[in-house]
């Protein structure tokens, strides 16, 4: 298949790279023009604009930082909309409000063509690795269209039906699910570290019991080892999920008073110099509030 | 071994039938006398008091609903101090707080008995089976002697080392992440069924991506099915567990924010007459706050 | 002086009426036209767009729901940007975003116009007696041309000085403050109400002790009075209010956990088909959680 | 009249001298007895046991820091139970828990003797000058025995009626309306002062507005003028009284999650070395969490 990518950050550069590996032609658009250079050394074709990416391809998928980024090059003379073929597909890979989801489709639809929402659960390891969580959903004809990509790129695909938005607003609950759970151990690794009892020791008995999930497991890790820095993602982009979720929340006229709690922590974060580590080290607000950082 | 056995709830007599099949030599005592009629049919002993139940035993368990209840039977005439043999051991397996805890291991040691606490984490079906998750704390020559026992009981033992309150507040805690996960997944179920995605398709999702544990599984699956009647543990148990950690928090100078949210809602259940349903049935809460009760 | 005026609402409408009657030339715009009947009647100009409002005046006046309004009555070719005479000043009364007054201050600037802030405390019966609190920000040249009007239409000014989004800041505070003194009182109403004693008997108690300000003699007496349709102002009113607070506290990086916990009420409110009352039925969410509505 | 009182702290003190001043017959009890040495050089009598300071008197009033020492000293073979008159009043003063209160109530019934609760507002200076606000609850008898000594303390008396527990919920009420304002202007004090208003601005602006109480002004002053030692009353007073709260919500089955976020902030303080300071230094919370502490 013909395929365009754009975005070539963290996540975007080893899912790009393996659907190139899985044979598809590929033309790649980045801001940053050097972050596609070993993608194209290895044979993918450089596009200046996003609209140029799209150019020919049957599937153009994204992989953008936020709301901001996917609008700018989403719309306009030079972007996704304008250049994409009748019946060619727009894949959103990223991290967005389901807001903006239900206005791309809107569109694309005006333009004759396709649009779907396939949101990742997963790091760049997993990506690398094609083992991404993938949460699919659109058009039927786009999701067809998509399969077999997505296959590469992904260990499951879980299909919602046919409203893009459903997609968003599920990645942005499992991100949810993710700081939460972060912000349940921290309080307690605190607890039971004044009464005596070492994060390694309570991180052992919960993994080795009811709570042995990847997120206990791998998040718990980080917050035992204190490997913050350099963080995997850091703390904006923790805040930025939290505060689509919120507005989603809003929305749909939903409490969320632990998504609440979340953004007061990440709020504090951001003002206490903490903004630039990995957003696990949330786990440093239980410590500082019981008396346990220097 | 000669083991006595103090309390026969939904708990304690699927863990006593198990001493008593791996052979033990066991005496019962329980308020209610009739339910001990199972075990003494199969060869256990009834004692008449607690003081009855630990003599000539070289362990005696206790397994009771609350902290009242440790202390009624633990001390007085008729209590397990009073009826235990010198450099016997009391095993509490009770989710109790912390500092009765250290207050029976003083109890003990001034009679020369040992103590030990030996909280456990799973429901009755697991005690049945000796699936059981055991954490263990107390004076090493005290762990030594039951080690064994605990082994029929439980498919693994964390040994937390001399402390016995400590074993109480890991105990504490873990029932606190079960609480906090159930509150994270429901205010999500809400949010995603408001946003038309069933809690069934977000809970497939949710424990065949990162949230897999059995944290989410078996208590995901009681919100799904809204199974709260019959409760497996009813909104009592879980708001006394709940007060006993912010307790043991307050002792020990730490904020535990979520912990203060779960107290909330669990009073709300109360207050809105949900106090007889499973405390999985804090989803409710959720659900009603978005306006999705009937 | 001539005076313009954008907005003729339930504060818009006794605020200009006051200053015609003190004798100033006045040009009123509204959307919907006929609410400028009255004013009309009474010797005011009625113009077809807020640039003809603006233009001739030496101050132009807006009072307007919300951001967007302010945003679609301010820019464009018949906006009041458009409309003012250079050195004229543009007072902006409105409950916007910090954010939208400095955008707005800029815009002014650069069109060699004067721009200030000036919001009001207060309800519709104050605006009428001339009795609103203003909180004023702006350049000092602008502050002096408008200091005999704001006189007029206020008891006391603040006088923040050069900052127009200081007065917006100030003014979303005090808003917060009105609503979390409901919220503070509700939740001890409900606890009272169960443990016998009527709110009426603490209202009194409160408010003629330590808790005498107006902010608990008027909404408490709205809570005690339950009296909450029609509305004094809206649910949707207070959430926009609050919505605006919670983004200058995310701008600002301070966690403000009352106002996310209002969040969480504003919404239940709404998602509870309550939206249509006063926001002092607030007091309707605790009074619930606590079992005490039929 | 002839009057005991029990307790000489920093409110037992002037309120029993202003008794003493009135002209009454005083017997005074402390358990560290030099702080009677002033009131004793003025006329009263030094009692050696609470029993002694009841023994002979009308009415025995108690003020006292917390239910633990009510509790030892009214009770037992010296207390003021086995010390009083029948038909004699006790005059519990105290903040303490509404359960106590009704316990107290009871003990006295059975021995004969009158029982209420006539709890305070006010600091030490406002138990000077005889400008308390009191809230009175007990027997009718009892309420109108005492009724000219609490003139004599008070400005005004609020009465509830016969249940004396009522008196002590109010009180603790009214105790959360001090703390939960002065967590509402703390957030906005913060929140302000990095938008560049000053703390004494905004409370210039409030407490000239609607948010004049004494609780405003008195507080905000505190907290404005950083005036946290020596302590008026420091914060582990503040924990004892919300936690009193709390408990008495939890009995009643009603959420109050201000009270919760409360609890959090004094267990901060207590983690974090502000133990010693006077309660208002809750601002200081706002402050660390919005990286305003140096």
Redesign the interface.
């Known amino acids: 298949m013909k395929i365009g990518w754009i975005g070539l950050g963290p996540m975007g550069t080893p899912m790009a790279g393996r659907l190139l590996d899985a044979g598809h032609t590929l033309a790649v658009f980045n801001r940053t023009q050097s972050r596609a250079d070993d993608l194209v050394s290895r044979g993918a074709r450089r596009a200046d604009t996003p609209a140029a990416a799209a150019r020919d391809a049957d599937i153009v998928f994204s992989m953008l930082a936020n709301d901001e980024a996917v609008e700018s090059l989403a719309y306009g003379g030079n972007g996704i909309v304008a250049g994409l073929a009748c019946d060619a597909v727009h894949v959103s890979t990223s991290t967005i409000s389901?807001d903006l989801s239900t206005r791309l489709q809107r569109a694309h639809q005006e333009h004759g063509q396709l649009y779907a929402a396939a949101t990742v659960?997963g790091r760049p390891p997993a990506a690398q690795a094609g083992e991404l969580?993938i949460?699919l959903a659109g058009a039927e004809a786009a999701r067809q269209r998509i399969a077999q990509p997505l296959a590469t790129l992904g260990q499951?695909v879980?299909d919602?039906g046919e409203?893009p938005?459903?997609a968003n607003?599920?990645k942005l609950?499992?991100n949810?699910?993710?700081f939460?759970?972060i912000?349940?151990?921290s309080?307690?690794f605190?607890?039971?570290d004044?009464?005596?009892?070492a994060p390694a020791?309570?991180y052992?008995?919960?993994t080795?019991?009811?709570?042995?999930?990847?997120?206990?497991k791998?998040y718990g890790r980080l917050i035992v080892d204190e490997n913050f820095d350099p963080p995997g993602a850091a703390v904006p982009l923790a805040?930025k999920d939290n505060?689509l979720?919120?507005q989603?929340?809003?929305a749909?006229?939903?409490?969320?008073?632990?998504?609440?709690?979340l953004?007061?922590?990440f709020?504090?974060m951001?003002?206490?110099?903490e903004a630039g580590l990995d957003f696990a080290a949330l786990s440093r607000r239980?410590r500082d509030?019981?008396?346990?950082l220097p």
């Open positions: 389901p659960l969580f949460v499951r879980f919602l409203d938005a459903q607003l599920v609950s499992l949810f699910m993710i939460s759970t912000e349940q151990m309080e307690m605190a607890l039971n004044k009464g005596g009892i020791t309570l052992e008995i919960m080795n019991s009811f709570f042995s999930a990847p997120v206990h791998n805040l505060r979720l919120l989603a929340a809003e749909l006229a939903v409490p969320v008073p632990m998504a609440s709690l953004r007061d922590r709020l504090a951001t003002a206490k110099g239980s509030d019981a008396g346990l």
